[in-house]
């Protein structure tokens, strides 16, 4: 029987996207082009397709990743459990802190956080988990913004409060500020008055897979503070990375 051109397109669209993830590193479209033997534009197009619905993801060489959908379904179930693994972290950071700890993925072009630590304190206690919020203005979102694994959408970026970074070069320059440091903060950008710092979380490959933050209320988290959590956050998530097999 003759395989219907859906069923063909389908059938393509699944070839690269194993390719991709069996790979173990990033695949250029060249590579992938060769090794499937399509036309450019059919694997342009599919290719396009599995990006645009979160199945794959470009790196900054423009290279093809698993994207953040497979990265949810990972942290969810399978047999490596993210929120388990990070779980004693997660504990150690609210325990140095007293600060709510959060634990986060990619979800449809936004951040949302799978598992939480609350704080010890009452002023600043919120339950995040299930919530998502945007990327620009956020210090998980600017994390996984910094690190390629996420892009900011087109057209203007929403201000969610008068600190709110919604010109792109300004956010440009604080991203590539957070890959020298290792960690990203927002300031009062998300909500007046919350101040956040995050670091990134690292899987086999070697990408950003995740993000831990701690946050809580300016009266506590002053600038010297903030630095102090950066430094605990960076290292716990580097801890974090090697035990999910991150490449040292």
């Given amino acids: 029987m003759k395989t ?22 990033p695949q250029p479209f060249t590579t992938l082009l060769t090794e499937s033997g399509l036309p450019k534009s059919t694997t342009s197009r599919l290719l396009s397709a599995l990006e645009r619905h979160g199945l794959l993801r470009r790196d900054h060489n423009g290279a093809f990743r698993p994207g953040p959908v497979l990265a949810r379904y990972a942290s969810r179930s399978g047999s490596a459990d993210l929120v388990a693994t990070a779980q004693p972290y997660l504990e150690r950071i609210g325990e140095k802190t007293g600060e709510t700890v959060n634990l986060a993925v990619l979800s449809g072009g936004a951040v949302e956080q799978i598992a939480q630590v609350d704080s010890s304190y009452l002023l600043g206690a919120m339950n995040w988990v299930g919530l998502r ?36 070069r300004d956010l440009d320059r604080e991203l590539t500020e957070i890959r020298r440091r290792g960690y990203g903060v927002a300031r009062e950008e998300l909500e007046p008055g919350l101040i956040a710092v995050a670091a990134a979380v690292r899987g086999g490959d070697g990408a950003v897979i995740a993000a831990l933050s701690v946050s809580g209320p300016s009266v506590r988290l002053v600038p010297e503070r903030v630095t102090e959590i950066g430094g605990l956050l960076t290292a716990e998530a580097a801890t974090l990375s090697q035990v999910l097999g991150a490449p040292r």
Avoid: I, M, N, Y
Avoid at 12 to 24: F, I, K, T
Avoid at 143 to 159: D, I, S, T, W
């Fill in 133 to 168: 919020v945007p990327l620009h203005c956020s210090a998980l979102g600017k994390v996984f913004l910094a690190h390629g694994a996420a892009e900011l959408p087109r057209g203007p970026l929403e201000r969610r409060t008068p600190r709110t970074v919604t010109d792109r």
């Fill in 4 to 25: 219907s051109s859906g069923t063909q397109a389908v059938d393509r669209a699944a070839q690269l996207l194993v390719r991709v993830v069996e790979a173990g590193e």
